[in-house]
């Protein structure tokens, strides 16, 4: 016996005046209904979102339209999960565009994607250029003890980067690619190999850019062109310039472009408060995301506040580039 979970009528046999849906548990009536209060929901939201900022008050606006039209919430977001991102991406070009990111914008943003129930993996671009913004920033993740290995650290000295990598030592007739490790940290770049290691500090970085190379690679008895990605380092010295395959050189340039300008005293610390109307504005809305049992923690004052969730460790040295 089937019961449909909208009506509650039970169904003893198949009706073709009503048939019932077992995938979605509802009779033909209620699943039609349904249907029709899933597209009003979606115009509500369309219309509550519209200025691109997205309260708790218009969330439980949505929370009791759903609850008054039957249809349950998580159903009701997966219905407006494109919207939803295409909310999240407004709010992100928002925030880079009124000045450098902060946590409590980077926590605003992280709790309406919680709000609408939008996976990491939804969201992995933006995150991604969240984390890029936050490591420009100086706020660098942190690579775990347990992935570090056998790899030991010198005193007060941070892993924020420890990836695979290949470098093509260029010879005079030929390329060796020497297989091995590259861990980046606040003192040094190490590349590790077991034919050796090259410390490389900061300091004698000349530039560092993304850069793609056509290697031969054996298959069976032929050799074929294959295009690798990695980064092209420039020092003021031989040993340790060159290029290093890695799998995502976008990250790898980022954290150790960063850490050369911080060496080189190129970035300094700045106010991450902006002090633009627009950014007041979305500081706002940022504040009325904060329960009330929170806001009793904290100083009503402050202007710097806690993340409201925090995916990974990381550590935070607010910077600025320094104006020539």
Known sequence: MAVCRRCGIEFISLSWLNPFSAQKGRCKNCEKATQQALIGFRETFLHLSSVGIFTPQEMQHLKEKAAYDHIALDEALEFIR????????????????????????????????????????????????????????????????????DIRLGPNETCYLLTSAQYHKVNKTSTKLIPGRLVATNKKLRF???????????????????????????????????????????????????????????????????????????????????????????????????SESERGRKQSEEAGKELLREPVKTHVAELGVVKE
């Open 82 to 149: 494109k919207d939803a991102l295409s909310l999240l991406e407004r709010v992100f070009d928002a925030i880079i565009a009124q000045g450098p990111l902060t946590d409590q914008l980077e926590g605003y943003f992280r709790q309406l994607q919680l709000m609408l129930s939008v996976s990491d993996t939804e969201a992995h671009y933006l995150l991604r250029q969240i984390m890029f913004l936050n490591i420009y920033r100086g706020k660098f993740p942190i690579v775990s003890q347990m992935q570090m290995q």
């Open 192 to 290: 590790l190999s077991e034919t050796g290691g090259i410390e490389i500090f900061w300091n004698s970085v000349m530039s560092i850019k993304k850069q793609t190379k056509t290697i031969k690679k054996k298959y069976g008895s032929s050799e074929l062109p294959v295009l690798v990605s990695g980064i092209y380092l420039e020092l003021n010295k031989r040993t340790g310039s060159g290029f290093y395959s890695v799998s995502d050189p976008e990250m790898a340039v980022a954290i150790i472009d960063t850490l050369v300008r911080i060496a080189k005293g190129q970035i300094l610390r700045v106010d991450t408060d902006n002090g633009s109307s627009n950014h007041r504005q979305l500081q706002q809305h940022v504040n009325s995301l904060e």
